[in-house]
């Protein structure tokens, strides 16, 4: 008896009534239903279309021994689509009568090997003789795949044989000394059902992965796709990225230069190519545009539904402010292309969490930034009343990023993983692998009344200080030259608790001074829930903007909403004495910024600031010059204001948004989906 091998699929489909029913289809295309069931085809296997099964023979390890021996023949299948394995079907093949206890598996495939397992089971193969049986084994949960993987069986046999599977012969040929073929060979032969699913099994984690590689830091982000590639299980959670390239810099992987949207897959091989599944090429898309963020999380949210969601920001920042002022970014996601940021101090970093929560009906669970100087006080404050989670480093991020395979490793162990869990693992494996080689720092914050308690006792300790004498006072002037610092020419970020503790260890500062700096460290204790330092013992997880030298504020960080809110430690470092009762009022300048969300389809919240009370209106025009609908006319006092514009009753297409204040005009784009 020549050796014959069959492979099937049971397809269900939704697209028709016809198509739903269930149907064998065998690697030559033939159908179940049209052969005698009593005395089946068996078609030897070839490479059948991509649309049914791809099937070979082969074991997925040299593993028989010279004493016992473990046999393994596997079959392996690309599905033309990610699908759900509802069932295995476990055939054997031979010429006498046989039943034996096999361990049945499913594999996911990586190029060259054998994956991890996905699936593993006890069956039975049903006696035969000279025949063919089948056991179809089903699947208490259903086993997504994205990809090719692999069904095969594992049994343990002794040299003492009991039935003809356990004679010598019953080896493949291809593994015979002779390369001959025996008749008492056993032969065993798989199959799958199958769903394709029209919508992605529901998850624990959807980690959503903006990478912004349009700037220098190209050749990085093409390192970390395939730093995630490398650590991921599919059949756990999910990780999405949409990845921008820059002109230059990096060659591999076709050197495209588009906006590309990525749901990773596994790939163990070295190198820079990615091999995850394309999900659409968007063409050349701003990054540094708030609304291309909130498009990515709106598609990421829909198409991969979970219980919890991480968003990954990836791409060069400053935090709220870094630098020489003429270069310093305020914000995240540089796009060289299009020569913008997401900015902080202008407030659409944290309209864009505002949005995000919006979609996901609920905080994001983790906010985690690849990106340097972002673990500031008052970048978390943008985005404390969207976010749980808010991960960020205090220092620059090194070349290298996060080690996203050890992190994914992790996930694996623990695909269960609470937000605070996973945030931790985060900061974890990201000080644990750059120890010894870099200078790092990671932290993790909770951003519940224990954030809001911190930021109330920096704004009361900000009053004590200047009560003190502020900037003039010797001992305070004394603990920031020894804080710990973040940043060259000028060192604009100090770590907030080592500041405070400076205060405190001041014998000429007054109790109600060093008791106030006593609250905001015991506050920051409370409010970073992990923190990890290489190289910066004095780091304690929180950083605050503080130049030494007065001349070189900003005055871009009274647009922050943490100096709306809580304007004392700007007075404090801005060099006020007077304290809480004297401030002086904060300059306000006329702005009215980009709607968000933009393009909308709902609802878009219109936001601006007025220098001082005056008279205004606000309203929207179409593409022609009309005037649409007026949204505000009348008086408003100095200060921030926020409109929410209902797209109900607008046709889909361009608008503008004017704001008038006398002979001021301020005007922003706005697109209707609807």
Same mark, same amino acid.
């Given at each position: 008896?020549?050796?014959?091998?069959?492979?099937?699929?049971?397809?269900?489909?939704?697209?028709?009534?016809?198509?739903?029913?269930?149907?064998?289809?065998?690697?030559?295309?033939?159908?179940?239903?049209?052969?005698?069931?009593?005395?089946?085809?068996?078609?030897?296997?070839?490479?059948?279309?991509?649309?049914?099964?791809?099937?070979?023979?082969?074991?997925?390890?040299?593993?028989?021994?010279?004493?016992?021996?473990?046999?393994?023949?596997?079959?392996?299948?690309?599905?033309?689509?990610?699908?759900?394995?509802?069932?295995?079907?476990?055939?054997?093949?031979?010429?006498?009568?046989?039943?034996?206890?096999?361990?049945?598996?499913? %594999?996911?495939?990586?190029?060259?090997?054998?994956?991890?397992?996905?699936?593993?089971?006890?069956?039975?193969?049903?006696?035969?003789?000279?025949?063919?049986?089948?056991?179809?084994?089903?699947?208490?949960?259903?086993?997504?795949?994205?990809?090719?993987?692999? @069904?095969?069986?594992?049994?343990?046999?002794?040299?003492?044989?009991?039935?003809?599977?356990?004679?010598?012969?019953?080896?493949?040929?291809?593994?015979?000394?002779?390369?001959? $073929?025996?008749?008492?060979? @056993?032969?065993?032969?798989?199959?799958?059902?199958?769903?394709?699913?029209?919508?992605?099994?529901?998850?624990?984690?959807?980690?959503?992965?903006?990478?912004? #590689?349009?700037?220098?830091?190209?050749?990085?982000?093409?390192?970390?796709?395939?730093?995630?590639?490398?650590?991921?299980?599919?059949?756990?959670?999910?990780?999405?990225?949409?990845?921008?390239?820059?002109?230059?810099?990096?060659?591999?992987?076709?050197?495209?230069?588009?906006?590309?949207?990525?749901?990773?897959?596994?790939?163990?091989?070295?190198?820079?190519?990615?091999?995850?599944?394309?999900?659409?090429?968007?063409?050349?898309?701003?990054?540094?545009?708030?609304?291309?963020?909130?498009?990515?999380?709106?598609?990421?949210?829909?198409?991969?539904?979970?219980?919890?969601?991480?968003?990954?920001?990836?791409?060069?920042?400053?935090? %709220?402010?870094?630098?020489?002022?003429?270069?310093?970014?305020?914000?995240?996601?540089?796009?060289?292309?299009? #020569?913008?940021?997401?900015?902080?101090?202008?407030?659409?970093?944290?309209?864009?969490? &505002?949005?995000?929560?919006?979609?996901?009906?609920?905080?994001?669970?983790?906010?985690?930034?690849?990106? !340097?100087?972002?673990?500031?006080?008052?970048?978390?404050?943008?985005?404390?009343?969207? @976010?749980?989670?808010?991960?960020?480093?205090?220092?620059?991020?090194?070349?290298?990023?996060?080690?996203?395979?050890?992190?994914?490793?992790?996930?694996?162990?623990?695909? !269960?993983?609470?937000?605070?869990?996973?945030?931790?693992?985060?900061?974890?494996?990201?000080?644990?692998?750059?120890?010894?080689?870099?200078?790092?720092?990671?932290?993790?914050?909770?951003?519940?009344?224990?954030?809001?308690?911190?930021?109330?006792? @920096?704004?009361?300790?900000?009053?004590?200080?200047?009560?003190?004498?502020?900037?003039?006072?010797?001992?305070?002037?004394?603990?920031?030259?020894?804080?710990?610092?973040?940043?060259?020419?000028?060192?604009?970020?100090?770590?907030?608790?080592?500041?405070?503790?400076?205060?405190?260890?001041? !014998? #000429?500062?007054?109790? !109600?001074?060093? *008791? $106030?700096?006593?609250?905001?460290?015991?506050?920051?204790?409370?409010?970073?829930?992990?923190?990890?330092?290489?190289?910066?013992?004095?780091?304690?997880?929180?950083?605050?903007?503080?130049?030494?030298?007065?001349?070189?504020?900003?005055?871009?960080?009274?647009?922050?909403?943490?100096?709306? &809110?809580?304007?004392? %430690?700007?007075?404090?470092?801005?060099?006020?004495?007077?304290?809480?009762?004297?401030?002086?009022?904060?300059?306000?300048?006329?702005?009215?910024?980009?709607?968000?969300?933009n393009p909308v389809s709902s609802y878009a919240n219109l936001r601006y600031t007025l220098p001082n009370k005056t008279n205004v209106s606000?309203?929207?025009?179409?593409?022609? #010059?009309?005037?649409?609908?007026?949204?505000?006319?009348?008086?408003?006092?100095?200060? *921030?204001?926020?409109?929410?514009?209902?797209?109900?009753?607008?046709?889909?297409?361009?608008?503008?948004?004017?704001?008038?204040?006398?002979?001021?005009?301020?005007?922003?784009?706005?697109?209707?989906?609807?």
């Open positions: 008896m020549r050796k014959l091998f069959f492979v099937a699929l049971f397809v269900v489909s939704y697209v028709s009534v016809e198509a739903s029913k269930t149907t064998m289809l065998f690697s030559k295309g033939h159908n179940y239903q049209n052969i005698n069931q009593t005395n089946p085809f068996v078609v030897k296997s070839t490479k059948g279309p991509i649309d049914t099964l791809t099937p070979e023979l082969l074991p997925p390890f040299d593993c028989w021994g010279t004493d016992d021996r473990q046999e393994y023949e596997a079959t392996m299948f690309t599905p033309a689509k990610s699908c759900s394995i509802m069932a295995i079907i476990h055939g054997v093949m031979s010429d006498t009568a046989a039943s034996k206890t096999c361990s049945l598996f499913i %594999w996911d495939d990586i190029p060259g090997d054998i994956g991890p397992r996905l699936f593993s089971t006890e069956t039975m193969a049903i006696a035969t003789d000279s025949g063919i049986s089948l056991n179809v084994v089903p699947l208490t949960s259903p086993v997504y795949v994205t990809g090719p993987f692999w @069904v095969g069986n594992y049994e343990w046999d002794t040299l003492m044989p009991t039935t003809a599977i356990d004679t010598i012969n019953s080896l493949p040929s291809a593994y015979n000394n002779d390369g001959d $073929w025996y008749s008492e060979d @056993v032969d065993y032969f798989h199959g799958v059902i199958v769903k394709y699913d029209t919508v992605t099994i529901h998850k624990k984690w959807t980690i959503l992965v903006y990478m912004n #590689g349009d700037n220098g830091s190209e050749y990085n982000a093409t390192l970390s796709v395939n730093k995630l590639e490398a650590g991921i299980d599919t059949s756990k959670y999910t990780v999405v990225v949409q990845y921008d390239r820059n002109p230059g810099f990096d060659t591999s992987n076709g050197n495209w230069t588009s906006t590309r949207r990525y749901l990773i897959t596994p790939d163990l091989n070295p190198g820079m190519i990615i091999r995850s599944e394309l999900k659409s090429d968007l063409g050349e898309i701003n990054m540094g545009d708030p609304n291309s963020l909130v498009d990515f999380v709106r598609w990421g949210v829909q198409t991969y539904p979970a219980d919890n969601y991480a968003l990954i920001m990836w791409g060069p920042a400053d935090g %709220w402010y870094k630098g020489a002022k003429k270069s310093a970014i305020k914000g995240t996601s540089y796009d060289e292309t299009d #020569g913008s940021y997401i900015g902080v101090a202008s407030g659409e970093y944290g309209r864009a969490m &505002d949005s995000v929560k919006t979609i996901l009906g609920k905080n994001l669970d983790i906010l985690a930034n690849d990106a !340097s100087y972002m673990g500031m006080q008052e970048v978390a404050y943008e985005v404390k009343d969207n @976010v749980d989670f808010f991960v960020a480093s205090e220092y620059s991020v090194p070349i290298n990023d996060y080690p996203y395979d050890e992190i994914l490793d992790s996930l694996n162990a623990n695909y !269960s993983a609470t937000p605070e869990e996973l945030a931790n693992i985060m900061v974890n494996k990201y000080t644990n692998y750059y120890n010894g080689t870099d200078e790092v720092t990671l932290s993790s914050v909770l951003l519940d009344d224990k954030f809001v308690h911190l930021s109330a006792c @920096v704004d009361t300790f900000a009053v004590k200080l200047m009560q003190a004498g502020g900037r003039t006072n010797g001992d305070i002037d004394n603990a920031r030259y020894y804080t710990e610092e973040y940043f060259e020419s000028p060192n604009a970020h100090i770590d907030l608790y080592d500041f405070a503790s400076h205060i405190k260890g001041k !014998s #000429g500062l007054s109790s !109600s001074v060093k *008791n $106030w700096a006593d609250s905001v460290m015991n506050a920051v204790n409370s409010a970073v829930v992990r923190k990890g330092s290489v190289g910066f013992d004095s780091s304690h997880g929180m950083a605050i903007y503080y130049p030494y030298d007065v001349e070189d504020l900003d005055t871009a960080y009274i647009q922050l909403s943490f100096t709306q &809110d809580l304007p004392n %430690w700007w007075d404090f470092i801005n060099g006020d004495t007077l304290g809480i009762s004297d401030n002086p009022k904060i300059p306000y300048t006329l702005t009215l910024l980009s709607p968000m969300p606000l309203q929207l025009f179409d593409l022609t #010059g009309r005037l649409v609908k007026t949204l505000y006319s009348g008086e408003q006092v100095a200060g *921030n204001h926020t409109l929410k514009l209902q797209s109900v009753g607008l046709s889909k297409g361009i608008y503008f948004v004017t704001l008038k204040t006398g002979t001021l005009t301020k005007t922003q784009k706005l697109t209707i989906l609807r």
